[in-house]
């Protein structure tokens, strides 16, 4: 049997590009899509058992082994994106070894074999996304529903303020910059925290619920927070009816489909029990959650806030147990996709201190830093209420920017805003407080144990009480 | 939290594409594969639910739904490379009432979306390969081995032959193209095949081994076959010497890895048992699967002959039944799309005879369907030894030519070789074989099943008396 892409590729493969090469060049993206995910899962399982070996988060490990990798260091793993061109790639050297590509198609297969590895990162955070929603309790989360939402909002404002302020009246910067690196420093990585949170066996505690659930909100506002820099940047002035329009909509979207969830679940057993065919309760599964996916982008809010909506829908069902079952391996095999990809596009060259622009850079991002991790430590005594939490957990909980930072500093740079050093402040300052966060957390949770124990030894003690 | 495709395509995110509008496209192309993928779940589900219904096999109902998603009716899922263009697709129209993209950036969603979906399906039928290769037992496939490889030089040579010399001597045609549809005629679709065995639980009777083992070996045929036509278009003669680096090299990469697949199998085991974090062992497996099928291609043999070898090897392990077990929800994630999008590739317009071509394509077409039915039927008969065979099963399971034929057609298209008339009558077998195969093998089974089972019932006895 030969590819199928042969026959496809044949005739119109690219729109503009359509040349006699992209016959030679479409079984080829394929050899390179197989070839780069035989290297992340490698660096994912490498990465991950060397880190559990320590003690430490798997998914620090597999972010490690994803910089390894990536740009930094091997360049097995790079992205057009980033500026790399074809001949960076060692996936694309191999290639070009075993088939003797031209030019042309080198290009056409480097930059398609990417474009597929994105999507599937992107798919594997849409169903880590749905995976913890499936893994959330509605009920917990409704609990914790207004102390997150405080969390979430403290996390945004206090750094958001003291960061532009700070480089306005410290380092003398003009406002638009400070804003947009201001606002770079509001976002909070649901996916990095909830992925160790769980591996810590934390996520369904009030803690973690709280950070997830601050998470959530926090992405609610990031994107709004973006889109006001992002037209601020653009004209100069803000549009006010749009971020009404990002507020409303986001919020009637989370509320909305876990109420109009309610009756959708009844149907989606009776529809997963009639089902007669392999496949029966995963793909209905995954058709809800990419529908929702893509409602919730439609809407211009984000593809993954869907995707954790349907996972809380269906965490309601009896299904839920055996759909967690099979959602698994489906998890296993995409998630990896995505640390490993976060962690090969991030540029360490921008650390070398041995160019100007990097050193004045380094001294913002520590100043950056400091502010990123102040500004969300603090949002944990925001968290009121009788129950004794872990207040140092969620301030840690909320302080790695991840992949939501990079995107703030990559319309930023692509915008004209962010000049070189800010830029690579804030690439540094991303790379930190994602870097520090699993292992303070593990100490956080670690530490407090005990007091956390007790804790539950006294709510015992006064449920028996009642 | 952002999706990562806005921050990397700001950059460049096509090679010779990189505009403006790079940044409102490609988050669009996640949107357009959420959406696709949805309609891809939807039809299948519907397609294989409604076939199981009137008794027929699943994937039947599978590949018809995309035929009806597909470029012939709803036009829910076309590809950029029959000639379709952004416009023609349903996905990307309401992506465009979405975000109103420019013309530039639909063209560039519409080839980058369509590119990861044929990506998926073509990931769809290695895992596929698999599975097929972790159910087949390595030792059965040998007892059957020579039979088998009979059998496939029979379902080769025979169609081949009286192909060629049908359409030259009753069509009046010239040699170039008639051996051309005559090398389409020699193709089987193990993927199709194989998935109707497993589901009339048959993959592992002695029937069902010897066409798995007798399509694998066709699969290596094939390859030999299309390179020699192929360099016959182009040039004019044959290149021996690459013709025997194929036979060479196809056998010896499949006798090769079970070989060493003996020893590795331990280590394996081992690896996996070791491993502490998630997915210890279907990413492992995955490592292997991948790296055997981008060897395969490496090699220039096929990359679905790796995935299969693969799969062979592992069966021989402790860990086959866990490992079988997670597999199976990423195969009910992944092989649907590959058999939607084969048949949401097939035109059924080229069945419209009221165009001249289609006319003339439809006379030809009825008889490359007469010789591609009896070519593989007798197969059945080439079967020896004293075992009590269901000779007809065999020869109907040699019978789908699928996507195999497809690509047979679209490089005699792409080469200039094939007129109209005659694509249309390749296409035209290649849609009835493939959809008269499934209900004619149940039948087949079905209708020798008290035969089948007297056979049995006297190999027992025999064994007995022994």
Redesign the interface.
Known sequence: ?????????????????ATASD?EAA?M???G???S??FI??A??LG??LS??VNLP?VLGELVAGVIVGVSALHLLV?????A??SDSVVITILQK?AGLNPESI??V???QS??I??L???G??ILLFEIGLESDLRELQKVGVRAAIVATVGVVAPFVAGTLGLILIFGMPTIPAVFAGAALT?T???ITSKVLSELGQLKSTEGQIIVGAAVID?VL??IV?AVVASLAKTGEVDIANVIYLIISATAFLLGSIFLGQFFNKSFVAIAEK?????NL???A??FA??M??LA??IHL???LGAFAAGLVLDETDKRKELDQ?????A??LV?IFFV??GA?VDLSVLNPSSADNRQGLVIAAFLIVVAIIGKIITGWAVFGKEKVNRLAIGIGMIPR???G??F???G??SGVLDKPLQAAIIIMVILTTFIAPPLLRFAFGSEETAAQEAVKEADLASTNN
Chains 1, 2 share one sequence.
């Open positions: 049997m030969m590819p199928l892409e042969s026959i496809f590729h044949s005739q119109l493969g690219f729109p503009l590009l016959t079984p993206v394929l050899a899509v197989l070839l995910l035989v899962y490698l994912s399982k991950g058992e559990q070996l798997p992205f057009p994106e980033a500026g061109i074809a075993i290009g056409e480097f930059a398609s474009e597929v994105s999507v990162a992107e798919l955070v849409i976002a990585s649901i996916g992405d990031g994107i973006l089902l007669q065919t392999r496949g995963v793909i209905p995954l058709i990419f529908s996916a893509f982008h439609a984000e593809a993954i099979q959602i698994i391996p489906i296993d095999i990896p990809c976060v596009r991840g992949e939501v990079l995107v500093a990559g319309i740079a692509a």
